[in-house]
């Protein structure tokens, strides 16, 4: 099974940041990246597919890259709303979307 | 407007059954696969299962840990999903999320989970 790590668990940073956050894949996954946001009792939403694509609708401050095993996710200026839990998925092996354990960002 | 809302939950005994059901609206129900997710409390997300569309023979895949004890249907004449559970356990205790798969191609085919349900608490005690 395709194991994924996420770094780190948690930060906090403050309105305005540029936040980066990682995920790596235990193998090659080539560009078969989601990454989603969850909020507090709320259902994941599809932020960036495909490594670097950003779904229809999401702000461009959002920004996906690498390929392989090394995924970075972006926040270019953090706002209010991006308070939540990111979590990336790997769709190598679909259907089955493995997920990492997330990373929180927290206001500083 | 796509929307997917899943119904069924709630408290139920080690052992007893209990059938979630996901219905959908605003797409093509019958030409997607639909998955099953789930989220233990405090907890990170986890597949449970998956049916592909009719086109696919509406085959089934599950994850390891509901092999053999959760089933998922689908009625594309009322554009609902459903997850079956039998024989449940405390370690099922979770929110389950039903979501529509997408495939597309961008240089290569590429699969993406874009709409999700609200989710519908599942709680197995004694």
């Known amino acids: 099974d395709i194991q994924m790590t996420q770094s780190p668990s948690s930060l906090s940073a403050s309105v305005g940041d540029r936040v980066t956050m990682t995920c790596r894949a235990s193998?090659?996954?080539?560009?078969?990246l989601n990454w989603y946001q969850q909020k507090p009792g709320k259902a994941p939403k599809l932020l960036i597919y495909a490594a670097s694509r950003l779904q229809s609708g999401v702000s461009s401050r959002f920004s996906g890259s690498g390929s392989g095993t090394d995924f970075t996710l972006t926040i270019s200026s953090l706002q209010p709303d991006d308070f939540a839990i990111y979590y990336c998925?790997?769709?190598?092996?679909?259907?089955?979307?493995?997920f990492g354990q997330g990373t929180k960002v927290e206001i500083k | 407007e796509v929307q997917l809302v899943e119904s069924g939950g709630g408290l139920v005994r080690p052992g007893r059954s209990l059938r979630l059901t996901c219905s959908a609206s605003g797409f093509t129900f019958g030409a997607y696969g639909m998955s099953w997710f789930r989220q233990a409390p405090g907890k990170g997300l986890e597949w449970v299962g998956f049916?592909?569309?009719?086109?696919?023979?509406?085959?089934?895949e599950y994850a390891a840990s509901v092999q053999g004890r959760f089933t998922i249907s689908r009625d594309d004449s009322r554009s609902i999903a459903y997850l079956h559970m039998d024989s449940p356990n405390t370690e099922d205790t979770a929110v389950y999320y039903c979501?529509?798969?997408?495939?597309?191609?961008?240089?290569?085919?590429?699969?993406?989970?874009?709409?999700w349900g609200q989710g519908t608490p599942v709680t197995v005690s004694s």
């Open positions: 193998q090659n996954i080539n560009r078969l």
């Open positions: 049916i592909r569309s009719k086109a696919y023979y509406g085959t089934t």
């Open positions: 998925q790997q769709t190598y092996s679909t259907p089955q979307g493995t």
């Open positions: 979501t529509r798969l997408t495939s597309k191609y961008v240089d290569f085919d590429v699969y993406y989970f874009d709409y």
